[in-house]
């Protein structure tokens, strides 16, 4: 066991109370990083209040996961205030701000003034690191893969219910099915080995996941019809301001809006032509008017999108990042990205 590992089991031990979390806007690593750390504590430390909080849903359809209604939705500065927390632990971000669209101020006061111990699991760059106990970060390609060595291989944790379809999901996620290059294969095939054997299943995962409607349909659509080359070496697309606006007022499900945009995010923004990044723009449906999200992608070695991102107030990884800002309509919102992108050049 190592020391970030030792120092993790005591804080483990010495609190009664836990709070565990990830970043707004979840996707299914950040989900499946709170389900696997939460539900393999409760099942190893029955006796500890243990919450599992996310202030919003995940986009894509994961309710099929064993222990998902076992997450609360809610604000984490409400669950944090309710529960007093002693130990405090982010997941697949590197700060609070990740964590709560309003209140990641208010939460680190929390947390200083109640000197609660804080813990970060996170796979990211570290742009806007928080201070904390504890920062565990091995780069591993998918947070459910640091905590999946932190738990069971460093502190050999007896594993719940449901864990290997859990860690599974996390993992093809956050690398794509494998596509995208990882510096410690070895060490994630071996795990997905061992989750297969397990009787976890890519297929049925997939299958239950990559479901799409008509009107995700016409969403993406739009950002096909919106392609733009940049000429500079780039692709981008945005969706207009009269789809969001109908997709609002006739309130159809933020989250299958996002995950229309993340079809066309993953398979064509930087498949485009003889451009290997990009970025798409478009109305942060959650927030509503007057809020737009950015995704951004590049292949792998071609562009540090995470910088960009940061510079917008997000982050992410390398290869794959994202922001939320405000902007008075798409064409402004477009401009801010151009701006940021050209701090770190073309």
């Known amino acids: 066991m190592d020391g970030k590992s030792k120092r993790f089991s005591e804080l483990l ?26 539900t393999t504590l409760r099942s190893n430390f029955p006796d500890k209040k243990i919450s599992l909080v996310l202030e919003e849903k995940p986009a894509r359809n994961i309710e099929f996961l064993e222990s ?10 409400e669950a944090a205030e309710k529960l007093k927390p002693e130990l405090f632990i982010i997941l697949d971000a590197p700060n609070l701000e990740r964590c709560s669209r309003h209140s990641g101020v208010e939460l680190r006061g929390l947390i200083n003034n109640a000197k ?6 996170d796979h990211h760059e570290e742009y806007g690191k928080d201070e904390s106990d504890i920062y565990i970060n091995s780069r591993r390609p998918a947070t459910a893969q640091e905590v999946y060595e932190l738990l069971f291989e460093k502190l050999n944790l007896k594993k719940p219910a449901g864990y290997a379809q859990t860690t599974l999901l996390g993992i093809i996620s956050d690398t794509d099915r494998h596509k ?7 060490e994630t095939y071996r795990i997905v080995s061992d989750l297969l054997d397990a009787g976890a299943s890519i297929e049925e995962l997939e299958t239950s996941m990559e479901r799409y409607d008509a009107a995700q349909l016409k969403v993406l659509n739009n950002l096909i019809s919106n392609v733009t080359d940049s000429g500079r070496g780039y692709t981008y697309s945005f969706i207009d301001d009269e789809l969001a606006k109908d ?33 798409i723009v478009y109305t942060d449906i ?13 292949a792998s070695k071609i562009k540090d999108v995470s910088k960009i991102a940061y510079k917008l107030g997000g982050g992410g990884h390398k290869a794959a990042a994202g922001a939320k800002f405000k902007a008075d309509n798409i064409s402004q919102a477009l401009e801010k990205v151009k701006k940021a992108l050209e701090i770190f050049g073309k």
Do not use: M
């Open 13 to 38: 031990n010495s609190a009664q109370k836990i709070l565990i979390t990830s970043h707004i806007s979840p996707d299914p690593d950040a989900v499946c990083s709170v389900l696997l750390l939460g």
């Open 68 to 77: 998902f209604s076992e997450i609360e939705f809610q604000p984490v500065l």
């Open 116 to 121: 609660t111990k804080f813990v970060i699991i």
């Open 180 to 186: 995208f290059d990882n510096p410690v294969h070895r």
């Open 247 to 279: 997709w609002l007022a006739t309130a159809k499900s933020p989250d299958s809006f996002k995950l229309a945009c993340e079809l066309f995010t993953q398979q064509f923004l930087k498949n485009f032509e003889d451009n290997f990044w990009g970025f």
């Open 286 to 298: 959650a927030s509503g008017v007057g809020v737009y999200g950015v995704s951004l992608r590049s």
